[in-house]
């Protein structure tokens, strides 16, 4: 009596070690494929709740601003974020005239910039706000009536290959050789000094 496997050639017997190192090969491919997607999409992630907090501050000292028409030319060409507002007249606490309010909005901006609110419990640094933030805003002369522009710059996550021209925080170390990290959200609106 024959047994079946007495004559099986020896190429049918299993997969050999060039089978399973292609195998583990091809696997490994793929699990780097899906890594890279994952970091790819976390950056993307990241992006987008800078952007959104970018629009949510701008929006915040776009409100400010209307609420305290006759300060117009105080919110003007302040370029924030980077600590250097001292708080003066604590208006949260005291009655302000307008110009106290008016530098009481942009030390809070700033604040909000850089994320102030939120501490992290280990070394009580900012945990919040932006990467590396500057606030801009530039009206017309005088800032009597006309167009505001609202910019909020900060460093992204990945080089781009064609920066913004946009001038706010234009220039500086934090965003690169050629501000090849540099975001930048602008808005632009129209305030009156009538609080229109």
């Keep these: 009596m024959k047994t079946l496997n007495q004559h099986t050639p020896a190429s049918q017997h299993g997969m050999s070690l060039i089978e399973v190192m292609v195998a583990v090969f091809v696997v490994s491919i793929g699990l780097l494929g899906v890594a890279r997607m994952e970091i790819l999409a976390k950056q993307s992630n990241v992006e987008a709740i800078q952007r959104t907090a970018a629009t949510q501050l701008a929006q915040q000292i776009i409100t400010k601003m209307r609420a305290n028409p006759s300060q117009l030319t105080a919110y003007e060409g302040q370029i924030l974020g980077a600590?250097?507002?001292k708080l003066g007249t604590d208006c949260a606490t005291k009655t302000c005239t307008s110009a106290e309010l008016a530098a009481w909005d942009l030390y809070q901006w700033e604040q909000a910039l850089m994320g102030a609110s939120e501490k992290t419990t280990s070394t009580g640094t900012n945990a919040?706000?932006?990467?590396?933030?500057?606030?801009?805003?530039?009206?017309?002369?005088?800032?009597?009536?006309?167009?505001?522009?609202?910019?909020?710059?900060?460093?992204g996550k990945s080089p781009m290959t064609n920066p913004t021209s946009t001038t706010c925080g234009n220039g500086l170390s934090?965003?690169?050789?050629?501000?090849?990290?540099?975001?930048?959200l602008t808005l632009t609106l129209y305030i009156s000094n009538t609080g229109a």
């Design 174 to 184: 934090l965003y690169g050789t050629n501000d090849e990290y540099r975001r930048v």
């Design 83 to 85: 600590g250097k507002l």
């Design 128 to 155: 919040g706000g932006l990467d590396s933030p500057r606030g801009c805003i530039t009206g017309p002369a005088g800032g009597v009536v006309g167009e505001y522009v609202i910019s909020i710059a900060w460093r």
